[in-house]
């Protein structure tokens, strides 16, 4: 692990309660002006991580340094790190702007200083017409940002965020991901955020750790998770996977319900091992033409056809697994091919756009 621009380093953190363990051994190192997400199912521990990095929980084992000091000793309010709760509880009596500068005030810091920051946080979440609005004369949208901007006025090294996006609808939330995104860079302030919607961490995250019971199962940026998922867990819970159950047949190839499947991988070679080769939708094409060069071909049934406007799925059943395959296609090409349930269609894929997956 290169720990040369962390801020945070979990070294085997671990909490449990009574007999369960909700979270064990996590070492995890995040840096520097990072967007960092904890994704995960439900009960996976994301929460419970998170509250022990503000300190409301305390590990049961392990240490939590911040710019290399063990801060385990720290409460809460000592901590430079600010947690921002998934019901962000604005002061319903209070303008936005006396809502930002509440924490400063506390801090008793020279009033002239209170309003330059106030100010500045105003703009940068482009809060400043709203200044003295009351909160309950605010959509959603502009809530969920005060509670941003009355965070990130305090300057924490570290906000946490939990669920920050939870509460709002669908269109909301793609654009307040994109505003967080913005306010974390031009903030410069690390934001660890937890989240168990997979999209929501692909989008805003430069890297991101996926726990499952307790434990982190892979750890990189959202494109590494995505293209290169270390376990069947990982590949089905980011994005959509099309998982071949097989076993390994040779260096470059895994036999899967009596196919050779051809794989370019790294893992060693175990005759006989059972794995799972692991293909993307979009990286499954769809043959028109005999004599295709793709490494891999099947045939199938079309058993269902699922319109996202942009793209259409393809749900194929094929002789290599129980689940139909899904091939994702731009629905632009429904204008010169025939995609109707019951058609046999022939799907291709590169080895290179398989990973072998052995967990
Ligand atoms: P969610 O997305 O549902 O909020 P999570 O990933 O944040 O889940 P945690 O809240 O961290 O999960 O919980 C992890 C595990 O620890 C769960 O099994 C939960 O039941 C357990 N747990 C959490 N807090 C306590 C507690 N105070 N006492 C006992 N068990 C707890």
């Given at each position: 692990?290169?720990?040369?621009?962390?801020?945070?380093?979990?070294?085997?953190?671990?909490?449990?309660?009574?007999?369960?363990?909700?979270?064990?051994?996590?070492?995890?190192?995040?840096?520097?002006?990072?967007?960092?997400?904890?994704?995960?199912?439900?009960?996976?521990?994301?929460?419970?991580?998170?509250?022990?990095?503000?300190?409301?929980?305390?590990?049961?084992a392990?240490?939590?340094?911040?710019?290399?000091?063990?801060?385990?000793p720290?409460?809460a309010?000592?901590?430079?790190?600010?947690?921002?709760?998934?019901?962000?509880?604005?002061?319903?009596?209070?303008?936005?702007?006396?809502?930002?500068?509440?924490?400063?005030?506390?801090?008793?810091?020279?009033?002239?200083e209170?309003?330059?920051?106030?100010?500045?946080?105003?703009?940068?979440?482009?809060?400043?017409?709203?200044?003295?609005?009351?909160?309950?004369?605010?959509?959603?949208?502009?809530?969920?940002?005060?509670?941003?901007?009355?965070?990130?006025?305090?300057?924490?090294?570290?906000?946490l965020?939990?669920?920050?996006?939870?509460?709002?609808?669908?269109?909301?939330?793609?654009?307040?991901?994109?505003?967080?995104?913005?306010?974390?860079?031009?903030?410069?302030?690390t934001?660890?955020?937890?989240?168990?919607?997979?999209?929501?961490?692909?989008?805003?995250?430069?890297?991101?750790?996926?726990?499952?019971?307790?434990?982190?199962?892979?750890?990189?940026?959202?494109?590494?998770?995505?293209?290169?998922?270390?376990?069947?867990?990982?590949?089905?819970?980011?994005?959509?996977?099309?998982?071949?159950?097989?076993?390994?047949?040779?260096?470059?190839?895994?036999?899967?319900?009596?196919?050779?499947?051809?794989?370019?991988?790294?893992?060693?070679?175990?005759?006989?091992?059972?794995?799972?080769?692991?293909?993307?939708?979009?990286?499954?094409?769809?043959?028109?033409?005999?004599?295709?060069?793709?490494?891999?071909?099947?045939?199938?049934?079309?058993?269902?056809?699922?319109?996202?406007?942009?793209?259409?799925?393809?749900?194929?059943?094929?002789?290599?697994?129980?689940?139909?395959?899904?091939?994702?296609?731009?629905?632009?090409q429904?204008?010169?091919?025939?995609?109707?349930?019951?058609?046999?269609?022939?799907?291709?894929?590169?080895?290179?756009?398989?990973?072998?997956?052995?967990?």
């Open positions: 692990m290169n720990n040369s621009s962390a801020v945070l380093i979990l070294d085997k953190v671990s909490k449990s309660y009574g007999n369960g363990l909700a979270v064990n051994e996590v070492s995890l190192s995040i840096r520097e002006n990072e967007f960092f997400a904890l994704l995960g199912p439900s009960g996976c521990g994301k929460t419970t991580l998170l509250r022990m990095l503000a300190g409301f929980e305390t590990p049961s392990g240490c939590i340094y911040l710019d290399g000091n063990d801060i385990s720290l409460p309010n000592k901590r430079p790190l600010n947690l921002m709760f998934q019901s962000y509880a604005l002061f319903p009596n209070m303008t936005v702007r006396k809502n930002i500068a509440y924490g400063l005030e506390m801090e008793r810091l020279p009033e002239a209170i309003r330059r920051r106030v100010d500045d946080v105003l703009s940068t979440a482009q809060l400043g017409e709203l200044a003295e609005r009351k909160p309950d004369q605010l959509s959603g949208g502009q809530r969920q940002r005060v509670a941003l901007a009355r965070a990130l006025v305090k300057r924490p090294r570290v906000l965020l939990d669920e920050p996006l939870g509460a709002l609808d669908k269109k909301l939330r793609e654009k307040m991901q994109l505003e967080l995104k913005r306010l974390q860079h031009e903030s410069g302030i934001f660890i955020i937890v989240t168990h919607d997979q999209e929501e961490a692909l989008v805003m995250s430069d890297r991101m750790a996926v726990l499952d019971g307790g434990k982190v199962c892979q750890c990189g940026s959202p494109t590494e998770l995505y293209e290169n998922p270390n376990s069947r867990f990982v590949a089905n819970f980011i994005g959509v996977s099309n998982l071949l159950e097989g076993v390994r047949s040779g260096p470059n190839s895994v036999r899967v319900s009596g196919q050779e499947l051809r794989v370019e991988t790294d893992a060693p070679l175990i005759t006989a091992q059972p794995v799972a080769v692991v293909v993307r939708p979009e990286r499954l094409q769809v043959l028109t033409e005999q004599g295709s060069d793709c490494d891999n071909q099947v045939t199938g049934t079309i058993v269902e056809v699922a319109y996202h406007g942009l793209d259409t799925n393809l749900h194929v059943e094929t002789a290599l697994s129980d689940k139909p395959l899904i091939v994702r296609v731009p629905s632009s429904f204008e010169f091919a025939h995609f109707a349930i019951d058609t046999t269609i022939r799907l291709g894929w590169q080895a290179r756009h398989a990973r072998v997956l052995t967990r």
